[in-house]
């Protein structure tokens, strides 16, 4: 494998993953996105391999941080007879980015995130939209909650009442359920036989303006 240099992280390999990560973002239920996600599993794998994967990691997370930021000010200027169809739209449509934003860096998730942060990547971009969107609004949430819990239940705490012992079990299924549908779209978790990446940076959470 040829060595990828900071350069041509910055300047070949990002620009790519930057362009695919802004389709996903904003594409509308049921959109072709003319991607290669071929390509880009690919290039997160080889970024990986090459020890990039902090910087990657951080460029992920800014990325969609100023996307939700964007959401949040949005929704802002959203009327209130349109507001929770507004932010159910968001919601939906960032949820459906997920099932291939996270299966695309599922090499970074597997030998940086987990191994190097003791985090999940799912976990980390569902974070992001409960700091920089559900939290935002809360107080203009909090009247549609009664008519729609379990939408919410993921972003505003007490929401439901509590687990019952007998239904672990079945909140452990829709787990199972929801990991097996992050890694549609083709992907699997790589190739075992694939030397792992060693990474020895971590992150620091600062995103560059």
Known sequence: MNVIT???????YWPKLDSAIDQL??????????ISYE???SCVYKCVCQQHSEQMYSD?????TAHLEKVSLELQATSPEHY???FNLALSQYMGALHSIVPLFIYMNKFYIETKLNRDLKDDL??????????????????????APTLFS????????PAMESEL???AAQDQKLQQDLMQNGFNRGDQSRKRAGEELSYNGSCSR
């Open 6 to 12: 900071v350069d041509d992280y910055k300047n070949t």
């Open 25 to 34: 973002l904003t594409q509308s239920p049921g959109d072709y996105i003319p």
């Open 39 to 41: 390509q880009i599993y």
């Open 60 to 64: 992920l997370m800014c990325k969609i």
């Open 84 to 86: 929770i169809e507004k």
């Open 126 to 147: 569902i974070q992001l939209f409960t700091e920089h969107v559900a939290e935002k609004h809360i107080y203009s949430l909090m009247q549609w909650v009664q008519l």
């Open 154 to 161: 993921k972003f505003i705490p007490n929401i439901l009442p």
């Open 169 to 171: 079990q079945d909140y």
